[in-house]
Each structure stands twice: as C-alpha cells, then as structure tokens.
C-alpha cells in the first residue's frame, strides 16, 4: 500500500471493485439472513466492512479517487443516521491519514526537487509522515534556521493517477449528463480537471499559500503558516499546532463547536474579499483551532483566484429569493448560467426547492445540524419528492465549480460541528450584493 498505483487498468479496475463489492456483500448478507441471523446484526456488519473496503481502496489510490472519498467524509451529514454512523468514524479518516509512502521514495523526491543536498536545508528531518492528504504526505522537521516546518512532499505517479481517475470520472459524467438535462457535465468535468490538475504544481498551492499568509499576517482570529520554500513537488511551511476541527466536531462543547463554526464561515467567505481568493476545499482535516483559540488553515492546494471578490450576482440572487421575487430569481438563474435556455421551469415551484437552502440567511442566528442536513438531501435526491425533477433542470456553471465546492461542502461541515451562530450578518458582511 506504499506504493501509488499507476497503471490506469489497475485504478479503474479498482474503483470498479466498490460497487461489486457492495453487491457480494448484500448478497452475502442475504444468505446470512436466510440461515437465521438477525436482519440488524446483518445490515451492521455490511455497512462497516463496506466501510473499511472504501478506506482501504480509496486510500490505496489516493490522487482522485481520495479526494471522492474525502467528499463523501464531508457530506455523510447527509445520509440518514442508520445508514451513516458505521461510515462515520471510517470515512473520517480520509481528513487526517492514508497509507505512507516508504522513506526511501520520500528522499528521492526531496532530491529531485531540492537538490542532492537536500538535508543540508533542514537540522533534522522525521522519516515518519505526520499526515497524509490526497496527493501528498507531511513530514516533521527543523529548516536550517531553526523554524519548525512542516514539507508537503507529492506520491510519485500522482499526476498519472490523477489524471486516470478523471477519465473514470468523464465516463461517470457522461453517463450523468443523459440522465439530467438541465447539466451541461462534460464542460464540469473539463472545468474538474483542470482545477485538479492544478493542485499538482506544487508551485500554484505555495503562491496562493503566500497570498493568504499576507493578507491575514498578525489576524487574531486566523493562522496561516508562512511559506518557507515551494517547488514542483515539495512544499515547506511554518509548522502549526493545534486541535483537528475532526476532533471538536467529536468531542466539542457546544461552546467551541459554535465558535469554531463563525470562524470557519468567516474565513470561507472573507477570503475573497480580503486576499482576492477562496479557499475551496472545505474538509475538516484542512483546519486546527490553536491555542490562543484562532482557527489555523492548512493546505492550499485547491483555491479559487477571485481578483475581484465573490461575484455579486451570488448575493443578488439571494437576496431576490429571500425577498420572495421568484420571477427575477429565476430570471437571474437563466442570466448566470444555472438554468440553461431549453430548460422550462416554474418560478414557484423552483422557490420552494431552494427556499429552505435559505434558511441560515433568513434568520439571526441559524443552528447547522445532521437532522436538518439529511432532511435536505432526502428532499433533493428523493424521486418521490417534488425537488427531484426540480434539481435535474439545473446546471451547475463551470466557473462556479468551486464556489459551489465551498458552498456545499461547507454546509456539511457546520452540519457535523452541530453549530449555532449569527451567519446572517456573516453574509452580509462578506457577500457582495447580498444587502440592498
């Protein structure tokens, strides 16, 4: 498991083995429950091997088939508590580890990218990563000025697996397109790929790690290391302590869980607006509470470059729908791409789709939760419901990909903190034509 698998034959064939390795697995449970045993105890045990074999296959691969992992471990607010609580605590490990690289692939890369000399940079080096990311791993150390640092150092053959997975992912899309007219899937994944792809150079995360580390120098509310060194394939960093934000949505008090929920809002959506980018990528294994209680962010890899700020149609368009105006909603809908021209739609009944989407802006003070969170995902992805054919009218604009990456995936993540705060006055502090 040390190695990253390259051969694309291999990947695929290994991200084909979940689903049929769901299928044997209920059809193992139902001769189980055929010879006696109970339905419950059953159901249990295939959830949790489903769950171990999705950590293991996915971590195994990492590129992007961990990064799909990463997504599910943001959104299992989502699913329904009997199906979600054996997936928990596997999938939340996706945030934090993955199977290491050996040390003798590390060194190669250090000496690839820094030089045959490499050590001569550090004091000491620690062979045993501290933790793993989709693409990479982090290792411990001390720069030769004495700073602890942290060295993001990238799997060999990522770029290859990377690329292999989005291939899978284009069939996928393909296959999605025919089944929702409203989505135009081949330009989002062309608009997937590329930002993907970026996160491969090193060189991209260190610039827009540089960016966020100046705009937000000296904040009482926000860490960003400092950069240290950034080449192709390895990424040095001023270390940050402090408590995984897995660990207070695990064990928080409603105190910290709340607090912890503003700053996360606040940085999301002040990004933009302060540094001329947004940091897309949302999963809690990206965010530590310090010390002094400031929330550290961590890996710079996916971000969106906003030069201009948040578009302000978003917050224009919220403020129609809030103000209950379904025809100019819609309207702006059509203007930005969300609903495309061949696309009939009712301005009422796309209302009450997306009404309860605005909930946290309709109010003071909004408390996130999973009750709530799967509530709307049975809405959206129920075929029984009315929103079903409602949400397969509309498109998602490439060059909103990432916005709704943030969106979404940070819905899911004040969900699991269980959070209460004013995000109302967040929105209109940050989003731009949100207040009339």
């Given at each position: 498991m040390s190695d990253l698998p390259r051969n694309a034959v291999n990947r695929a064939f290994k991200l084909a083995s979940l689903p049929l390795g769901l299928a044997g697995r209920a059809t193992l449970g139902l001769g189980k429950r055929l010879g006696g045993a109970s339905s419950e105890s059953v159901s249990a045990d295939?959830?949790?091997?489903?769950?171990?074999?999705?950590?293991?296959?996915?971590?195994?691969?990492?590129?992007?088939a961990m990064k799909f992992g990463q997504t599910l471990s943001v959104l299992e607010a989502g699913i329904p508590e009997e199906l979600a609580a054996p997936?928990?605590?596997?999938?939340?490990?996706?945030?934090?580890?993955?199977?290491?690289?050996?040390?003798?692939?590390?060194?190669?890369?250090?000496?690839?990218?820094?030089?045959?000399?490499?050590?001569?940079?550090?004091?000491?080096?620690?062979?045993?990563?501290?933790?793993?990311?989709?693409?990479?791993?982090?290792?411990?150390?001390?720069?030769?000025?004495?700073?602890?640092?942290?060295?993001?150092?990238?799997?060999?053959?990522?770029?290859?697996?990377?690329r292999s997975d989005l291939r899978q992912v284009a069939r996928l899309g393909r296959s999605v397109g025919a089944l929702v007219p409203g989505m135009d899937a081949k330009a989002l994944v062309e608009e997937l790929h590329d930002r993907m792809?970026?996160?491969l150079d090193y060189r991209m995360e260190a610039d827009a790690q540089d960016g966020f580390a100046l705009a937000y120098d000296g904040d009482p509310e926000f860490a960003v290391p400092k950069l240290v060194e950034g080449a192709e394939h390895v990424l040095?960093?001023?270390?940050?302590?402090?408590?995984?934000?897995?660990?207070?949505?695990?064990?928080?008090?409603?105190?910290?869980?709340?607090?912890?929920?503003?700053?996360?809002?606040?940085?999301?959506?002040?990004?933009?607006?302060?540094?001329?980018?947004?940091?897309?990528?949302?999963?809690?294994?990206?965010?530590?509470?310090?010390?002094?209680?400031?929330?550290?962010?961590?890996?710079?890899?996916?971000?969106?470059?906003?030069?201009?700020?948040?578009?302000?149609?978003?917050?224009?368009?919220?403020?129609?729908?809030?103000?209950?105006?379904?025809?100019?909603?819609?309207?702006?809908?059509?203007?930005?791409?969300?609903?495309?021209?061949?696309?009939?739609?009712?301005?009422?009944?796309?209302?009450?789709?997306?009404?309860p989407f605005l909930e946290p802006a309709r109010v003071e003070r909004f408390h996130f939760n999973r009750p709530w969170m799967r509530e709307q995902f049975a809405r959206i992805n129920d075929p029984r419901r009315p929103g079903y054919s409602i949400g397969l009218k509309l498109n998602l604009p490439p060059s909103y990909l990432l916005i709704h990456r943030v969106w979404i995936g940070g819905i899911g993540v004040l969900s699991q903190l269980d959070c209460e705060a004013p995000f109302s006055a967040e929105l209109e502090r940050w989003l731009p034509g949100f207040r009339s």
């Open positions: 295939v959830q949790l091997r489903t769950a171990e074999h999705i950590f293991r296959v996915l971590g195994e691969l990492k590129g992007g997936y928990r605590a596997t999938l939340t490990k996706l945030q934090e580890s993955a199977p290491p690289m050996k040390a003798a692939t590390v060194h190669g890369v250090l000496a690839a990218d820094l030089g045959r000399d490499w050590r001569d940079r550090f004091r000491s080096f620690d062979d045993r990563p501290a933790a793993s990311a989709s693409i990479g791993q982090v290792h411990k150390a001390v720069w030769h000025d004495g700073r602890t640092v942290a060295v993001k150092i990238q799997y060999p053959g990522a770029g290859d697996a990377l792809v970026e996160e040095v960093s001023e270390w940050l302590d402090g408590r995984p934000l897995s660990n207070v949505i695990a064990d928080g008090t409603k105190e910290e869980r709340d607090q912890a929920g503003l700053l996360y809002v606040r940085f999301l959506f002040s990004g933009p607006t302060r540094a001329g980018l947004l940091h897309a990528d949302p999963h809690p294994g990206n965010y530590r509470i310090t010390a002094d209680g400031r929330l550290g962010v961590l890996d710079y890899g996916a971000v969106a470059r906003l030069p201009e700020g948040l578009p302000p149609s978003i917050g224009q368009l919220m403020r129609r729908a809030l103000a209950g105006e379904a025809d100019e909603m819609l309207d702006g809908l059509r203007e930005e791409g969300f609903v495309k021209a061949h696309i009939d739609l009712d301005p009422e009944d796309l209302y009450d789709y997306l009404a």
